[in-house]
């Protein structure tokens, strides 16, 4: 079987490939690759991948060069010229390093697109199943059919003005003029094609030998033509490839089965959101290395920024920084911003992480994880840790809202034993628990379901020191994943996770660790509502703060005026974030100026409508006087 069948996947960068002894990776456009990496424009890392990755389409006869133009054709142009070196297989297929068949019915996927196309986050095990590259899939395949293609896309137009819409038609017209005067027995079919809403698109299929050579002797030659026959100089990037050639596969496919009356099926097609390989994490220095992880979604990465650069102005230059930041969503703006911070500092080091990586681990077994409106989905990624980190033995834990006025090396030095986390306790909820009303009885009750060694042994989650070696030990992922999904009362949800499962095996912080900047903000009096030690912990830590946390709805950025700001603005003035945090700042307070506007004009004079026995009446209010009159119909 091994020689029977082989599959090409076109790739042009580092990807996560499908591992399998019929998929041949190639690299479409070696030769223009090379020159990018001769250029500067392509690291050591991601040439050495493909290098040992893929096989390349500039070997022997090729058009690896015309990449530009010809995109994933420049690889079935070299199977074709050289498929001596693939084994001469009796069959030869074509995928895309973020596309491939799905061997399955695609009525059992939901959120599918035309009938045809199957979006997917990245991909992993789960998604590798999901193909079904099975010896028996391939087998069926090979002994039933001549060839498979993609399911029919409509697209509620004709096929040839789809492509007037969207490219330029005088290239198909050419292409028809030639199929008429060089392939006159394509030229019905053709027509027929263009003609019609249905549409075999993204050049995927699976055929036998000889219709493959076949289908290149036509695609080829238009290709020279076309190329022959246009000046490209003055053409978009955009309209310089060959789009066209598409349209002319579809007609090849639908030739094959109206006119040919050969063996086939359709399957699915996949849709790979990122398909970036995701490599083992490994610490970044070898000696004084420093792990420190983020979370957050696009929203609050500026926030890390400013966190970042508390950091590096409290830094020693015996330690190296290792930062992490787990994220669903970046953009590159936010990430070049992050890099200047750390520009010419030979001992920091910041990288990006894909948390939709990392989701699929739950199984779509995380029912709570965005029940909780008061928390950000990026407050739960933590919980990962462990697993991402796996190579390492610890990893601190920041939230982003903070900034560190210590070196936070001397954080990541606390010796942990056989504890699974190191956290500070959690002022703000001893105070809800301590005070003497109806929510301190709700708090008390919440400390008990938590099976806590003591009411106030509840830590607050946003600094921590984890044990990666020890929670990998006693399973902490999973556990986790149980509790989320059990009966279990959750009021700070994931925080609540951490206390619950980590109770009795928590090394205990120094206050100042984390300051919640908002306990004194509430107006009660701490001496009455604190235990007296935690009291003067609190407040000793308050005055001489190692980490400032800016926790609750409360923030420095909203208000600059509050006790503590002040720490927040120091370091958010040296980053390239500060405009935008302002402008972020300013715009929130127009919104709401603008709101409290309309509600006042609004409480000044209004009018409604009203209907009574179908008669329509406008109600007028002035300064709260009242009048009702009848409308004219």
């Not at 709401?592 to 409508?609: D, G, P, Q, R, Y």
Request: charge should be neutral; glycine fraction near 2%; proline fraction near 2%.
């Amino acid at each position: 079987m091994d020689n029977i069948l082989k599959i090409l996947v076109a790739c042009h960068k580092p990807c996560e490939l499908i591992r399998n002894k019929y998929i041949v990776p190639i690299n479409t456009g070696r030769t223009t690759f090379l020159k990018e990496y001769k250029s500067g424009n392509i690291s050591e890392k991601d040439y050495n991948w493909m290098i040992t990755n893929t096989i390349a389409d500039n070997t022997g006869d090729n058009i690896s060069e015309q990449d530009d133009k010809y995109c994933e054709l420049t690889t079935m142009y070299w199977a074709w010229k050289n498929y001596e070196k693939l084994g001469t297989p009796k069959y030869i297929g074509f995928m895309h390093y973020r596309r491939h068949f799905i061997f399955d019915d695609i009525n059992k996927f939901d959120n599918t697109y035309k009938s045809c196309v199957v979006p997917f986050k990245i991909i992993d095990a789960n998604y590798i199943n999901t193909l079904n590259y099975s010896d028996e899939t391939f087998n069926d395949i090979c002994n039933n059919y001549d060839f498979i293609c993609c399911n029919a896309i409509d697209d509620n137009m004709s096929i040839y003005e789809h492509f007037k819409k969207n490219h330029r038609i005088e290239e198909l017209d050419f292409c028809i003029e030639v199929i008429k005067e060089d392939f006159p027995e394509l030229l019905q079919c053709a027509n027929e094609y263009l003609s019609q809403n249905l549409g075999y698109y993204c050049n995927m299929f699976i055929m036998k030998k000889d219709l493959f050579f076949e289908y290149c002797n036509l695609i080829f030659y238009l290709g020279q033509k076309i190329t022959n026959r246009f000046d490209y100089s003055n053409y978009s990037q955009w309209d310089t490839r060959f789009y066209v050639l598409e349209r002319i596969t579809g007609i090849y496919l639908y030739y094959l089965i109206k006119y040919k009356n050969l063996r086939y099926k359709t399957y699915p097609i996949s849709l790979i959101e990122d398909s970036s390989v995701q490599e083992e994490l490994y610490p970044t220095f070898e000696s004084n290395n420093v792990p420190i992880l983020f979370t957050a979604d696009d929203d609050y990465i500026k926030y890390i920024g400013v966190a970042i650069e508390s950091i590096i102005e409290n830094s020693s230059i015996s330690n190296n920084y290792d930062i992490y930041i787990l994220t669903s969503s970046i953009n590159e703006d936010s990430k070049l911003k992050l890099n200047d911070l750390i520009k010419d500092r030979t001992n920091f080091s910041i990288k990006f992480l894909d948390f939709n990586h990392y989701a699929a681990l739950t199984n779509g077994n995380f029912i709570k994880i965005y029940n909780d409106t008061r928390f950000s989905s990026g407050t739960y990624y933590r919980l990962w840790a462990p697993v991402i980190f796996k190579n390492f033995n610890k990893v601190l834990y920041l939230d982003s809202d903070l900034v560190v006025e210590k070196d936070i090396a001397e954080l990541y030095s606390v010796d942990l034993s056989d504890n699974l986390i190191a956290g500070v306790r959690d002022t703000e909820y001893i105070r809800l628990l301590y005070k003497d009303n109806k929510s301190s009885f709700k708090f008390l009750e919440h400390s008990k379901e938590l099976n806590l060694d003591s009411k106030y042994n509840y830590i607050q989650a946003g600094v921590l020191l984890l044990n990666i070696t020890e929670m990998n030990k006693n399973n902490f992922f999973q556990k986790c994943l149980n509790a989320l999904n059990s009966s279990l009362n959750l009021f700070n949800m994931d925080q609540d996770i951490i206390n619950y499962i980590c109770n009795k095996k928590i090394t205990y912080l120094d206050a100042a660790w984390n300051v919640e900047w908002h306990c004194t903000f509430f107006g009660d009096n701490l001496t009455k509502v604190l235990p007296a030690k935690i009291y003067k912990d609190y407040m000793r830590a308050r005055k001489n703060p190692y980490i400032i946390h800016y926790a609750s709805f409360w923030k420095p950025w909203h208000h600059p005026e509050k006790d503590l700001a002040y720490y927040f603005w120091k370091y958010a003035r040296n980053t390239l974030f500060y405009e935008e945090i302002l402008y972020n700042n300013q715009k929130s307070k127009n919104y709401k100026i603008a709101n409290s506007h309309a509600k006042i004009l609004e409480t000044i004079f209004s009018v409604k409508n009203e209907y009574l026995n179908n008669d329509k009446y406008k109600i007028i209010s002035v300064l709260g006087a009242k009048m009702k009159v009848k409308s004219w119909r």
